[in-house]
């Protein structure tokens, strides 16, 4: 689809507000409708429209599927780390009360980093299956 | 408050006229192009229902990346749907009739749209979680609050699980391509 300078144009303008309100879902997500699973979506379609335009070769330049397969499971250990983390400060498994000294505070902080983790494995996982399909798509074509 | 019902009411009627043309189609490119606008106007009904996460849920999934995969897969297989013998035509419409005809009289023992004495609203966690919320987590989402707070087991388990499902994506179609390209190279 490179020939299409229309496309090009327009995702080339559109694709970096979309990563900014994926960041916005992502952080705001306390405060505004959203969270890690919302942002982490919007953030792996902003990679599939640039993979669909570009092409797939480019978007997986841009993004190794290494690090998306290391991604997606930092996300689930970052999720279980902090229940882990929880207990070591003396509290039960997501007890995010006792991470800091005030436990409204605590509760801001494991909310964020917990989301945090949820939106680093959607978005892997999403953007490694588009690759997965996207890229057995075109190895057939060229063999036909 | 009427125009409320108009837009909804609009809403409901395109939906339907959307899944009467999908069921109607033989081609698949624009029956993955519709399924994408049935999920545009669902999301468009979640935001006016006031669930705007759910919302962008369903806008980001089911119109983008469901979208984008459906189409991926019709490059992997066929575009055109494989006829059915007509008798097989009255099961599936039975089928269809009888479950659509259970969920109607279902829905008969719902409580009506909108009520104040439904269990959402008179059960004791509904001051827990939008009253008691304020003061123990003071989240201005409670939507956040339930799913990564009251709820963070669930939460922690759903990440799990979408992280399993890519695990078995990958493992299942990803290894094919490699192979395939190696013995390209």
């Known amino acids: 689809m490179r020939e299409h300078t229309v496309l090009r144009v327009v995702a080339q303008l559109i694709i970096p507000p979309i990563l900014i309100f994926a960041l916005y879902v992502q952080f705001h997500g306390d405060y505004s409708p959203g969270g890690g699973f919302q942002a982490g979506v919007i953030l792996a379609s902003a990679i599939i429209l640039y993979g669909l335009i570009f092409g797939v070769e480019a978007a997986r330049a841009a993004i190794p599927p290494r690090a998306l397969r290391i991604g997606a499971s930092l996300g689930v250990l970052i999720y279980g780390g902090t229940g882990v983390a929880t207990m070591a400060a003396g509290g039960n498994f997501l007890e995010y009360g006792v991470l800091t000294h005030d436990p409204v505070h605590g509760q801001h902080y494991g909310l964020l980093i917990v989301e945090f983790g949820v939106g680093v494995t959607v978005a892997s996982i999403m953007i490694a299956i588009f690759y997965v399909f996207a890229g057995r798509g075109r190895v057939k074509g060229r063999e036909e | ?185």
């Open chain 2, 1 to 185: 408050m009427s125009i409320e019902i108009l837009l909804n009411f609009g809403l409901l009627v395109f939906l339907v006229a959307v899944a009467l043309a999908l069921a109607g189609m033989r081609h698949l490119f624009p029956v993955a192009m519709l399924t994408g606008l049935y999920s545009l106007l669902s999301a468009s009904l979640f935001t006016l229902l006031a669930a705007p996460d759910v919302a962008l849920t369903e806008a980001a999934v089911g119109a983008g990346v469901t979208t984008v995969l459906f189409l991926a897969t019709f490059g992997l297989t066929r575009a055109r749907e494989k006829p059915v013998k007509t008798s097989r035509r009255a099961i599936g419409l039975a089928v269809t009739a009888t479950t659509g005809a259970i969920l109607v009289y279902a829905s008969l023992d719902m409580p009506r749209f909108g009520a104040a004495d439904t269990p959402v609203q008179t059960h004791p966690l509904r001051h827990k979680y939008l009253v008691a919320e304020q003061h123990e987590i003071d989240v201005p989402n409670t939507v956040t609050a339930v799913l990564a707070g009251y709820r963070g087991y669930d939460t922690l388990g759903e990440t799990a699980v979408v992280f399993t499902a890519g695990l078995g994506v990958l493992i299942l179609l990803g290894r094919g391509r490699r192979t395939k390209r190696s013995d390209e190279a």
